[in-house]
Every structure is written in structure tokens, then in C-alpha cells.
């Protein structure tokens, strides 16, 4: 999300001029959470990706009694 110029007008009285500041500050806020959100749905994501892949290369070992053997891509991807 790009972050909004939020111009401030001229204020005429000192209220009205903390009020406008308390907006932008509220709306800089706002925009600092989307941007962190975007980067935590991207980071869930990727480990997401991560964890699929794992489990797909887990899936190519077998039980050999109580050790596993696994194909010697997923062995050599472990070291």
C-alpha cells in the first residue's frame, strides 16, 4: 500500500490545528500497520511454501525399522 501526503491546511484556531495533527498522526499509524501486515502475509506465506516442500521430500523417505531412508536428493539437501 503507498503511503497517502496528507497536506495540512492553514488552521485557524488551535484546536482545529491539534485536531489535524491528531488525523495525520492516526493516519501515518494506519499506514505503518498495512505496510507490517503486507510483510507478516508475506512472511506466512514463504514459511508456508517452506513447509510444503519439506513435507513433499519427507514424503520420498521410508521406514527402514525404527530409521528412516531417504532418496539421496532429500539426503544430500540435509547437509
Known amino acids: 500500500m503507498m ?3 496528507i497536506v495540512l491546511p492553514h ?3 488551535e484546536e482545529r490545528s491539534r485536531l ?3 488525523d495525520l498522526i492516526r493516519s501515518r ?3 505503518r500497520l498495512y505496510e507490517r501486515r503486507d510483510a507478516v502475509q508475506n ?3 514463504a514459511l508456508e511454501d517452506y513447509q510444503k516442500s ?3 521430500r519427507m514424503a520420498q523417505c521410508i521406514g527402514f525399522s525404527s530409521l ?3 532418496s539421496s536428493d532429500f539426503a ?3 547437509i
Open 20 to 22: 489535524l495533527s491528531m
Open 68 to 70: 528412516r531412508k531417504c
Open 54 to 56: 519439506r513435507e513433499a
Open 11 to 13: 488552521a485557524s484556531t
Open 76 to 78: 544430500q539437501s540435509q
Open 3 to 5: 503511503p497517502r501526503t
Open 29 to 31: 499509524a494506519l499506514d
Open 43 to 45: 512472511l506466512i506465506r
